[in-house]
Each structure stands twice: as C-alpha cells, then as structure tokens.
C-alpha cells in the first residue's frame, strides 16, 4: 500500500486563524492514523502581501498546537526555477501557449460574450498562433472546450463539471510570476503529495488542477474537500463570531489539545464522542467519518471542552502550559511537586489557564491582601476565639493529612458552638485574600503549615487591630 502524504500549505499573510488551523489538523491526523507524511509548504507567491512575520506566525501557531511535520518547510518563492521548467514542459507539448491580448481586448470579449447570453471569458484568440515568449505575453493553459472533468471527491461525491465553463485560464503572469492553481500541481507532484484534503471553498480550483495533472501526465491525488466553518448566524466565520488566530486562544489560556478536540469536532464524528485525548484522535480519525454539513463555531462549546480537558490532564502536563500565565503575574515557580499539588487543587474550578493562574496567586505571595468586603463579613470578632484555638491546636499537630485537619476543625467547631461554614470562611479569607478558594483542608497541605500559621497570626492581628481602633 502506498504510504499517504499530506500536505498544509498556508499563505503567509496574516496569522493562522481557526480554520486554517482545522485544515492543518485533518491533514495531519489522517497522516498520522494511517502512518503517512504530512508536509508543510508556505505558499507565498504573492511577494507583496506575503511576510515573515506572518511566516513566524503560522509556525508559531502549529507548534503550539502540536502539529509536527516531516517534511519542509518549503517555500514557493524558492522554487520559481521548477515552474518555469514545468511551463516550458506544457508550452512544449502544445497544453499551454503565450497569450499577447491586452487587458483591453479581453475585456471586450467577456463583454462580446455577455451580449450575446454566454459566460464572459477569454476566447482563445492566441490559441492556434504559436506565439513565443515576449515581455507583456502571459502563458495559458489549453483547456478542453468539450466534454466534462469529474471530481471524485472522498467528502462530497463525484462533482462534475462541464469543461465548456473553463476558459483558457493562465498559468503564468505577464511578468512570469506563476499563479496559483498552476504551483499547486507542480508542487504537490514534486513532492509526492497523494491525498489532498482542504477547505471546500477550493472545489472549483479542482477541475482546472486536474486538467494540469493530465497534462503533465501525472496520476491524481485523493480529494477531499472540507465543509467551511461557520458562525453561528451561519455565516461564513469571522472575528465577530469569536474567530481569532490560534495564538490569541492560546493567550486566552486554552489548552492546544482543547482546541484540536473542539477544531476536529466540528466537521468531524465519532459515535456521540465528544471529549478525545490527543491520542484517541490519531486512533480514530478517518476520512470516511468527515461530515457533508458545516460546521458551527460555538465559543461557548471550546470554553467547557477547555475545561473538561484541565480536569482531565495530568498536573505535571498543565503546569508547562500554565507557567506563561503566572510568569506574566511575577510568579516564577520551579517545576514539580508543589505547581503540581497547586494545579490539583485548581484544576476543577478553573476553565482556562488565566483563570488557574489568578485562583493560584494566594500561594505564592508573601503578604495575603485581604477583599475589602470578605474581610469584614468575616474577620470579625466573632471570628477571633475560634482562630486563635484553630491557630494554637496547628501549631501541636503533627500532621496536616485529612483526618487530623477534620478532628482539629471538628473540636474548634464545638467550643465554639460554630458550624463549619462558619470557621472555614475566616480560614479562607486568613488564607487566600479572598472567600472563594479551593477546600480549606487542601490549601492548608498545598501552602504547608508554616505558612499557614504565619497566615492566622496575620488574620488575628487584623481582627484585634481593627477592635482596638473602635
């Protein structure tokens, strides 16, 4: 069987936005599923709008999100060489011929043909007169005026098209610049490229490519064109849906493996599966399984997906991500145990990674600054008796596990005649600033006793400090 290669080839002109990033990945994760190639190609013909920027941009985005590749980067504007020998090569075999009409002429064609009820086009007036290379001639290809070229498309069907509706369509510029439905072929037959899968907005691209593959006498690749990705008003999808470069969701504080489970979902099935590690995506991906329909971008999805996937990722993992976000805080945390022990206490009450970050801040900081509003519903005198006994009974315990936090509070309760909401409360202001925190007993293992007592001297000073001013 031969071995499958795919290929994702952006244009550098801007930065990689979601579904760019969803072609990437289908090319990728049938690659990878069927123990392929997939390669990547910077098609960046267009001189004036493409940039380096945009180029860092793209890699930048894939990296991210753990889209490796085995082959390239190539560059198209490196390659002008080779589609100037592929050129020569259909002039030579009568498929292509220089064209010298001006703009002016053609268009009076197209108006000719508009007049007279036909599809405006080129007529083919250079067609038959064996014109040679001059400084304004273009190069067209010698495209079928009957018959019909069809689409075997592995998504949508057989696609027919009448190849009376192809004109003689140009494959190289006045100033020999080639364009691009011509690069394309030559590219993906340079590079072995045998299944192409990319958006449908492509489709009618396809027939003019095929045409170029006969010529050249190439065998075709699979096709395999995706439905768009839509908003929700089922428009084509933009940044007043919610559409941005994959590196703004990254900033966001989404996890790469979050978005590629939400991209892969939405044009792509499995059963009613929602939730896939990124590994199960590689097992399971098939081409068979990619939907005819749209998909719908829903923000509000890829938020809970995001946090399904920090409750379900290992600590160790997450804090490699998570490190960006605190850094950004001027928190500059060493890596093991202790981020890890932070994150699990974390990890089923945050949705993103800037969420994590900022429930997170208390364990790092050296001075706790209290909430205005929690520090004065709950430390308060009332709140005094019970933390003293609290900070006196932690100070003698030799343990911090469950069960000698749970007998501690439990005795600290019935003293004081108090229910558990009632001492936690002023333990987790004392603690964390704030009265919304992770469970009291898995702050007091994370921080560490020492730290903990330091935090209830702190809270009793206040309490006493503030009667003392009344």
Not at 291 to 310: C, D
Request: contains cysteine.
């Amino acid at each position: 069987m031969k071995t499958v290669v795919t290929r994702f080839p952006p244009s550098p002109t801007g930065f990689l936005h979601i579904g760019g990033a969803r072609t990437a990945l289908f090319n990728w994760l049938h690659a990878r599923h069927m123990k392929g190639k997939f390669i990547l190609r910077i098609e960046d013909t267009d001189l004036q709008r493409s940039s380096r920027e945009s180029v860092d941009a793209i890699f930048e985005a894939l990296e991210w999100l753990q889209i490796d590749w085995d082959e390239g980067p190539y560059f198209q504007s490196e390659r002008f060489a080779i589609y100037r020998e592929y050129i020569d090569r259909l002039i030579d075999s009568g498929h292509a011929y220089y064209c010298t009409c001006s703009q002016q002429q053609i268009e009076s064609m197209r108006e000719r043909a508009r007049a007279s009820g036909q599809k405006p086009r080129y007529d083919g007036s250079c067609r038959d007169k064996g014109l040679h290379r001059a400084e304004n001639a273009v190069v067209r290809f010698k495209a079928p005026a009957f018959g019909t070229t069809v689409v075997d498309d592995v998504i949508k069907g057989p696609i027919i098209f009448q190849n009376s509706e192809l004109d003689d369509f140009i494959i190289a510029r006045s100033d020999g610049t080639p364009t691009y439905n011509f690069v394309v072929v030559v590219d993906d037959i340079t590079m072995g490229i045998n299944t192409v899968i990319r958006g449908d907005d492509h489709v009618m691209n396809t027939p003019k490519q095929i045409l170029i593959y006969h010529a050249l006498g190439s065998p075709l690749p699979i096709f395999g064109h995706v439905p768009m990705v839509l908003g929700s008003d089922r428009t084509r999808l933009s940044k007043r849906h919610g559409a941005m470069s994959v590196t703004a969701y990254r900033d966001m504080g989404y996890l790469p493996d979050a978005l590629i489970n939400y991209l892969v979902r939405l044009g792509w099935s499995h059963g009613d599966q929602e939730f896939f590690t990124r590994e199960e995506l590689v097992e399971k991906f098939t081409l068979q399984n990619v939907g005819k329909s749209a998909g719908v971008f829903n923000p509000e999805k890829l938020l809970a997906l995001n946090a399904e996937h920090i409750r379900s990722m290992e600590p160790g993992r997450i804090a490699a991500h998570l490190m960006p976000f605190l850094t950004e805080k001027g928190i500059h945390p060493d890596t093991g145990p202790f981020i890890e022990n932070v994150i699990r206490t974390l990890r089923f009450r945050s949705k993103t990674l800037v969420e994590m970050a900022s429930a997170a801040a208390f364990y790092f900081t050296d001075t706790v600054v209290y909430d205005e509003k929690g520090a004065e519903k709950f430390l308060c005198p009332a709140a005094l008796a019970p933390l003293q006994q609290l900070l006196e009974g932690l100070e003698n315990l030799a343990e911090t596990d469950d069960k000698s936090l749970q007998n501690l509070f439990q005795q600290v309760m019935e003293r004081a005649g108090l229910k558990l909401g009632q001492i936690a409360q002023p333990v987790r202001v004392a603690l964390t600033g704030g009265t919304v925190s992770p469970g009291v007993f898995e702050m007091i293992q994370v921080l560490g006793k020492d730290k903990v007592l330091e935090r209830i001297r702190k809270a009793i000073h206040y309490i006493e400090k503030k009667e003392g001013q009344k």
